[in-house]
Every structure is written in structure tokens, then in C-alpha cells.
């Protein structure tokens, strides 16, 4: 079965700051592999994923992501976080045949100070 | 274009009474979704639907809880009886065809059973 580990559950960074939230997956294979952002009150909206090709994986708001299969990992980054990045954070994994479900982590809630 | 709808946005219901919760997907995905979840968590599967086919209900967590989707659109998912335990945000997402095809997320409606 697969699962997902997003081992902080809470970070705070200052503006401007650079950010790397964790995400570990496990999977018999490669998955398809996601991240979505929640703010308080709203559904997920996707900010990127990885299905294939280039490890590197731009996604909006400046957020980017790396593949990293050696390690099982898929940890998201932004160079410089705005205020308005304060958020919750979810890695999830997504089979590439069978079960079209997918299974998120925990989340990271990420506060910005000024 | 329109997104995903969810309605109510909020419930609050009395233990053991029933309630119904509506998902509107974007018009022509073939994919719908449902998810649970509870407080501080990453959303789990519930169930899902091709059209109107419900191939996988694997994560309903008791025979009290149904979903339908009887005419490849909207979808309800009913939980009789209600529990405390219920009480979660459920999310409705949905998705065009491909196991790749981002899913798309509709703001969830927070169940409180009392």
C-alpha cells in the first residue's frame, strides 16, 4: 500500500525567507506525484506534479519540486516566501495504473512572520 | 469556467439523525471523488466514480455511509445515522479521465455532529 510522510508538521519562516517542506513517499513503483496547498476555509488547489520526464517540476506561485527516487522523496521549495504563502501543505502520491485514489500526507501548515 | 461545488458548506446535525451532502464536479469530468477529512489531517478516499459507475468504495468507513452519482454528474453521499465521529470536512473533487488528470478540489463541506 502506499503511503505518504510529511515529517514537519508545523514550520514558520520570515518573509523573504527561503522555503523546503519534506514530503516521503512509499510505493512499489513510481507514483504520480502531487502537491496541493489549503488555506483555511477553501478546498486543495494544486501547485504542482510529477508524472514523468524532468525530475525538476515548476509549479505557480514560484513553488517548485524535486523528484528524487534514490530517496523516495518529493520536497517542494520556494526561493523567497510572501506572506500570503501562509498555508497548509499537502504532498500525496497517486497510483499510475489500478486505484485512481490518492493518498496525502498529514500536512505542514506554514505560518510567515513579517 | 466553474469549479467544483459543494453543498452545504456547513452542516451541523444531531447524533443519529441523517444528512446528505451534494458535489456539483466541473461540467464533462468523467472522475469524482470523495474525501474525508477530519481535523489536522491529510484528506482519505472515500470513494469514487466513473461516471455514474462506482468502482471503488473501499474507504467508506461503515456500511452507514452511501454515495451515488446516478447520472454521471452531481453526486450525494449520504451518512445515515450520524456519529460523532463523523464530524470532518468531506471534500468532493474531480477530474476529467486519466489516472494523470489532475484532481480538482471543490471547497468541502464541514460536517458537526453533536
Known amino acids: 500500500a502506499q503511503s505518504v ?4 508538521i508545523h514550520i514558520t519562516v ?11 513517499y512509499s510505493y ?35 513553488f517548485e519540486a524535486e523528484f528524487k527516487r534514490s530517496q523516495s522523496s518529493f520536497n517542494l521549495r520556494k526561493p523567497s516566501v510572501h506572506w500570503s504563502d501562509a498555508a497548509e501543505y499537502f504532498c500525496a502520491v497517486g497510483a ?19 | 469556467g466553474a469549479g467544483v461545488s459543494q453543498s452545504p458548506r456547513y452542516k451541523v446535525a ?10 456539483d464536479p466541473i ?7 470523495w474525501y474525508q477529512q477530519a481535523l489536522g489531517q491529510g484528506p482519505e478516499f472515500l470513494t469514487y466514480f466513473q461516471n455514474e459507475a462506482q ?11 452511501f454515495a451515488e452519482r446516478p447520472e454521471g454528474s452531481v453526486s450525494t453521499l449520504k451518512i445515515q445515522r450520524t ?15 486519466r489516472p494523470r488528470d489532475e484532481q480538482y478540489f471543490g471547497p468541502g463541506t464541514r460536517l458537526t455532529v453533536t
Do not use: M
Open chain 2, 14 to 23: 444531531k447524533r443519529g439523525q441523517d444528512v446528505a451532502l451534494r458535489c
Open chain 1, 5 to 8: 510522510t510529511q515529517p514537519d
Open chain 1, 14 to 24: 520570515s518573509e523573504g525567507a527561503s522555503l523546503e517542506l519534506r514530503c516521503n
Open chain 2, 27 to 33: 461540467s464533462g469530468h468523467v472522475s469524482l471523488f
Open chain 2, 55 to 65: 468502482l471503488d468504495k473501499s474507504g467508506l468507513p461503515s456500511d452507514r455511509f
Open chain 2, 83 to 97: 456519529q460523532q465521529e463523523d464530524s470532518a470536512v468531506y471534500l468532493c473533487a474531480s477530474s476529467p479521465r
Open chain 1, 28 to 62: 512499489g513503483a513510481t507514483p504520480y506525484l502531487f502537491w496541493y496547498v489549503q488555506s483555511p476555509g477553501q478546498g486543495l488547489q494544486l501547485l504542482l506534479k510529477y508524472f514523468s520526464g524532468d525530475t525538476l517540476v515548476q509549479g505557480i506561485k514560484g
Open chain 1, 96 to 114: 499510475r495504473t489500478g486505484r485512481r485514489a490518492l493518498t496525502f500526507g498529514s500536512g505542514t501548515r506554514l505560518q510567515v512572520q513579517p
